[in-house]
Nanobody
Framework: QVQLVESGGGLVQPGGSLRLSCAASGSILSINAMGWYRQAPGKERELVATITSGSRTNYADSVKGRFTISRDNDKNTVYLQMNSLKPEDTAVYYC????????????????WGQGTLVTVSS
């Protein structure tokens, strides 16, 4: 079927940078939208950034100007460049894909990755 695998999480000091990657695998013809969400302890999962196949982007107000989302449609991969990281950015970051068209006429409406932990601390 479809699998999303995240990478790039880790420990970074405040003000530092980190780049997350998420690769989708399977018999994929296209993915309408991909994005990143995060969940901190005791909080609900929230949107970080999304990007469509046409490269239209959307960011949460809390990360605007600091994070940049991008994607490679040929590789079915989405990236999140995180700069000027703050302790408040500490969370598990999840990759998301919506409306994944597969071979044999299949359509997967939504798929989540397992998550990668980002810890911002001095």
């Amino acid at each position: 079927q479809v699998q999303l695998v995240e990478s790039g999480g880790g420990l970074v000091q405040p003000g530092g940078s980190l780049r997350l990657s998420c690769a989708a695998s399977g018999s994929i013809l296209s993915i309408n939208a991909m994005g990143w969400y995060r969940q901190a302890p005791g909080k609900e999962r929230e949107l970080v950034a999304t990007i469509t196949s046409g490269s239209r982007t959307n960011y949460a107000d809390s990360v605007k100007g600091r994070f940049t989302i991008s994607r490679d449609n040929d590789k079915n991969t989405v990236y999140l460049q995180m700069n000027s990281l703050k302790p408040e950015d500490t969370a598990v970051y999840y990759c998301n894909a919506k409306d994944v068209r597969l071979s044999w006429g299949y359509l997967v409406f939504e798929r989540w990755g397992q998550g990668t932990l980002v810890t911002v601390s001095s």
